[in-house]
T-cell receptor
Framework: QQQVKQSPQSLIVQKGGISIINCAYE??????FPWYQQFPGKGPALLIA?????SEKKEGRFTISFNKSAKQFSLHIMDSQPGDSATYFC???????????FGQGTRLTINP | KAGVTQTPRYLIKTRGQQVTLSCSPI?????VSWYQQTPGQGLQFLFE???????NKGNFPGRFSGRQFSNSRSEMNVSTLELGDSALYLC?????????????FGDGTRLSIL
């Protein structure tokens, strides 16, 4: 019940296209859902996060869509750029614990 | 503002040895969490410290331990190293403890066991 399932494992998108990464969770106690971006040799960097009281959050080209009833959330990257090529992780945690449960990651490649 | 600093960046050890990794959180952050990242298991939570107290612990053997100092800096120790302990060890800091706090990661310590 602590799992977060992420798909796809890898994704190739053309420059200017929309990249979409999906995550699903089981634990209904989760109430915080961040997305992280990781480049080789670097630690994960917090991109954007959402709480279940909203269905969508947008920051620049990055948007999180959240479906509480389906227990799913997704990251959309608009106008994808080669610099967005990285591994993306979704995660979840619940009130009272800083323990993040991570998805398995998506390796995103943006072709120029 | 300086980010999370982890030292050393790389370590090579042999089986049976022990190792200590260090983490300095972002200035003002009082909560520190540790994670292990491997290609097979992904990112897994090790433990969380706040006010020098361990608040949560992940599903790792007792060979993995940690502590936090009064200045919020943290160390983790792994004793009797095994080949499977080869991983990137990441430290994350946040302002406070409890869920829903944004966690900011350092670049990790790459531990290789020979």
């Amino acid at each position: 019940q602590q799992q977060v399932k992420q798909s796809p494992q890898s994704l190739i998108v053309q420059k200017g296209g929309i990249s979409i990464i999906n995550c699903a969770y089981e634990n209904t106690a989760f109430d915080y859902f961040p997305w992280y971006q990781q480049f080789p040799g670097k630690g994960p960097a917090l991109l954007i996060a959402i709480r279940p009281d909203v269905s969508e959050k947008k920051e620049g080209r990055f948007t999180i869509s959240f479906n509480k009833s389906a227990k799913q959330f997704s990251l959309h990257i608009m106008d994808s750029q080669p610099g967005d090529s990285a591994t993306y992780f979704c995660a979840a945690s619940h009130q009272g614990a800083q323990k993040l449960v991570f998805g398995q990651g998506t390796r995103l490649t943006i072709n120029p | 503002k300086a980010g999370v600093t982890q030292t050393p960046r790389y370590l090579i050890k042999t089986r049976g040895q022990q190792v200590t990794l260090s983490c300095s959180p972002i200035s003002g952050h009082r909560s520190v969490s540790w994670y292990q990242q491997t290609p097979g298991q992904g990112l897994q939570f090790l433990f969380e410290y706040f006010s020098e107290t361990q608040r949560n612990k992940g599903n790792f053997p007792g060979r993995f331990s940690g502590r936090q100092f009064s200045n919020s800096r943290s160390e983790m120790n792994v004793s009797t190293l095994e080949l499977g302990d080869s991983a990137l060890y990441l430290c994350a800091s946040s302002l406070f403890a409890g869920g829903n706090q944004p966690q900011h990661f350092g670049d990790g310590t790459r531990l290789s066991i020979l």
